[in-house]
């Protein structure tokens, strides 16, 4: 029933906000595509297991991609992926291979960015003030 190939197989129907696919099923609501598939391949899904993604892609649904396991199963997939937040960097923060995401590692790759350049960010407070302070000594030799 289902195409099985090595490349991911999207569906096209409505997503969540997560990325996953969902379809109306009649008498059972919005379901997640990949949670079918595998129901349709497999038989139901054991309670207190969930289908998981080898591929990381959540929209998903190739038979080839998915597996069984438990929530711990999940989050030690995510810690050996790289996907889980930095505690101390706040709940949001996500590690990716190009270094935290989180609002502070940000700015610090920025503010460290334009110093490895010379680079000055005219939007930067610190700029500003320097570039005020500047005119005022510029004004104040103008008029002696």
Not at 28 to 44: F, I, K, M, T
Not at 79 to 97: D, L, N
């Amino acid at each position: 029933m289902w195409i099985k190939t090595s490349e991911c197989t999207e569906s096209s129907r409505a997503r969540t906000t997560g990325g996953y696919c969902v379809q109306r099923i009649p008498g059972r609501g919005l379901q997640l595509v990949h949670r079918l598939a595998w129901e349709a391949e497999h038989g139901p899904i054991p309670e207190g297991m969930l289908v998981l993604h080898h591929c990381d892609n959540p929209p998903c649904y190739n038979i080839q991609h998915l597996f069984l396991g438990t929530h711990a199963d999940n989050l030690a997939d995510a810690q050996a992926k790289g996907r889980v937040p930095i505690p101390e960097h706040g709940r949001w923060s996500m590690y990716t291979k190009h270094g935290c995401r989180c609002i502070l590692c940000r700015a610090a790759n920025a503010e460290h960015s334009l110093r490895q350049y010379h680079l000055r960010n005219p939007s930067s407070k610190y700029y500003r003030r320097r570039k005020r302070a500047a005119q005022r000594r510029k004004k104040n030799e103008a008029s002696l």
